[in-house]
């Protein structure tokens, strides 16, 4: 289908759709603009906040370490009490108001050189030996801080933790010396619950809302601990610490990254400063933000200044829309107006259109510029019938004066030749009597030669008036040329013409012209005939009759009958 040009839309369609794509474009612009700020925004404050829980975190954690550290410390410096013996009732004592003191240190016991327990908090492991675990084994060697691992001996004596995990814990222990000698070694087994206490001092109450979780790795990268109560999901799932972008940068910049699940995490490692337990042990205590949970408020306000965009670009549009349909229908009418006064409707008016300033003044010029064409064209018109009347009186004119010789004013030969014929054809055709009869001066030339041709003029207007004086209504006379006059008599009898002409003849020659004096004229004159075909043989008789009566002497009328 071929696209209409751009003159066969109209207005209101082509303003509607710039409109549309004006708004439109410019609304999603800015709330792409202000969402894209907004988000960034929030990537800035959540980063800033996961670096803060991070770092609360690893001091926490640091600070319960060194905690129990120097616990154990005080507890193995204090020969007095181990020369009491190693499962002293001071001793005992000693193991419960630690314990006390700790409570997330679910058991404290000694052993002696062999790895049998001889003292215990509650008396649990007591008379077992613990020469296999790795805290006695380096307990004896040293102060020993132990990685997080599964309650194996302990595990039915105490009971699960509240979050649901399975029982583990870490080991701390210490070697009992005396003067010197290592008599035994001091351990506590810490429940790793104490992660999740240190989880949710250090979230903020709405994490699993925002989907904000502290990861706690160990030195090789697997999952120790995951806030929510996640851990074992997680570790079940294999969930380890993968690639950290920003690690080099100190302190760490938090990084964005597709997790295990596939979702995508802005998340942080908190530096554990050099020293510290958490940093000896090698914990690598990660915060992370779900995207798409953390910056959902980013992401509404998006949504929202999206739709508030088109919407007011819908507004916006409409209210184009109804100012292009206005000046759309203002202009559709001054079109009617213009193609009504041009189909000739004189009487319309260009009417005034309201729909702007700009429309009001084009109508006002276009009812001006119209009036005055209307005006105009009268004129116009009112001139050419003037002047056409004018030519048709010029024509009248002309055509009158073809017919007329200009110096007597009588018929000239064009003139008399379709009236004669009409005469010819009536009286040939009523089998009526018709006379030509050809009147010519005498010795003409003399006159002219003697007196010059004015004085000529005067005497053919004499003849001419004398002709016309004595002729009836119903007689024709023409100037035929020259000096000589034709006369068609209808009705009349060759007879009554003969006396007719003689009495021209008379009257004529009876008249004067001034120093000319007396002029007379020689007359021929014919009757019709039935066998006559053409008004020209009858004329040509009433000549041939003319040159008769000249050949005769002049100044006398011949007529033809007496010819034949
Ligand atoms: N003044 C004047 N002279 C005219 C006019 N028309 C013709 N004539 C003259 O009339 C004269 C006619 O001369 P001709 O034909 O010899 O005839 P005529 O002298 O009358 O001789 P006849 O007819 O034989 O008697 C010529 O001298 C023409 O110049 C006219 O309108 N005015």
């Given amino acids: 289908m071929l696209r209409p040009s751009r003159a066969e839309r109209s207005l209101v369609s082509q303003i509607l759709v710039l409109a549309l794509a004006l708004f439109g474009g410019l609304a999603l612009a800015l709330a792409l603009i202000f969402g894209g700020a907004f988000r960034e925004h929030a990537q800035a404050r959540t980063g800033a906040e996961i670096q803060t829980i991070a770092a609360s975190a690893v001091q926490l954690l640091s600070d319960g370490l060194a905690e129990r550290r120097r616990e154990i410390s005080v507890m193995v410096q204090s020969p007095t009490l181990w020369r009491e013996g190693l499962d002293s009732a001071g001793v005992v004592a000693l193991l419960g108001r630690a314990r006390a003191v700790s409570p997330n240190s679910l058991w404290i016991g000694v052993a002696d050189l062999q790895g049998v327990i001889v003292a215990s908090t509650d008396g649990l492991l007591q008379g077992q030996s613990v020469a296999a675990r790795p805290w006695f084994r380096h307990g004896l060697a040293g102060p020993y801080l132990g990685d997080v691992h599964p309650a194996v001996l302990l595990e039915p004596y105490l009971p699960s933790p509240a979050s649901g995990d399975p029982l583990r814990f870490l080991d701390l222990a210490a070697p009992i010396q005396i003067d010197g000698r290592t008599v035994g070694v001091l351990a506590t087994h810490l429940s790793w619950d104490w992660a999740r206490q240190v989880s949710e001092r250090v979230l903020p109450s709405d994490a699993a809302a925002r989907g904000i979780e502290l990861l706690i790795f160990d030195k090789a990268g697997a999952l120790l601990y995951a806030s929510g109560g996640r851990t074992a999901a997680l570790r079940a799932a294999g969930q380890r610490l ?134 105009s064209q009268a004129d116009l018109e009112r001139q050419v019938a003037a002047r056409t009347a004018e030519l048709e009186a010029a024509n009248a004119e002309l055509a009158k004066q073809a017919r007329r010789d200009p110096l007597t004013g009588l018929l000239n030969r064009r003139g008399f030749e379709p009236k004669a014929q009409l005469l010819f054809d009536l009286a040939l055709r009523g089998g009526r009597p018709l006379c030509a009869c050809m009147v010519d001066a005498d010795h003409f030339k003399a006159v002219n030669d003697t007196h010059g041709h ?103 009328v011949s007529s033809l009958a007496a010819l034949l």
């Avoid at 042990?281 to 990660?286: E, K, L």
């Avoid at 009504?340 to 009001?360: F, N, T, Y």
């Avoid at 035929?480 to 009495?503: C, H, N, R, Y």
């Fill in 242 to 375: 993968r690639t950290r972008p920003a690690a080099a940068a100190q302190p760490p910049m938090p990084w964005t990254e597709r997790w295990m699940d596939n979702q995508e995490y802005l998340a942080t490692l908190a530096p554990a400063g050099a020293g510290s337990p958490v940093a000896e042990i090698g914990w690598q205590v990660v915060v992370r933000a779900h995207s798409g949970k953390s910056f959902e408020p980013a992401r509404n306000v998006l949504v929202v200044a999206g739709a508030a965009g088109l919407a007011t670009a819908l507004v916006l549009s409409i209210a184009a829309w109804f100012g292009a349909r206005r000046l759309g229908s203002d202009l559709a009418m001054l079109t009617h107006a213009a193609n009504r006064i041009e189909a000739g409707h004189a009487e319309v008016r260009i009417p005034p259109a309201s729909s702007s300033k700009e429309v009001l003044g084009l109508s006002r010029a276009l009812s001006r510029m119209t009036q005055r064409l209307i005006e």
């Fill in 454 to 556: 004015a004085v000529g003029d005067q005497v053919l207007k004499r003849i001419a008036s004398c002709l016309q004086s004595r002729m009836r209504r119903t007689d024709l006379l023409a100037r035929w040329g020259g000096e000589e006059f034709v006369l068609l008599l209808p009705d009349t009898s060759l007879e009554a013409a003969g006396e007719l002409a003689e009495g021209l003849r008379l009257a004529i020659g009876a008249s004067t012209t001034g120093a000319v004096g007396r002029v007379t004229v020689s007359i021929g004159l014919a009757q019709i005939a039935p066998t006559d075909r053409t008004l020209q043989a009858l004329v040509e008789r009433a000549d041939l009759a003319l040159y008769r009566a000249k050949d005769m002497g002049r100044n006398q």
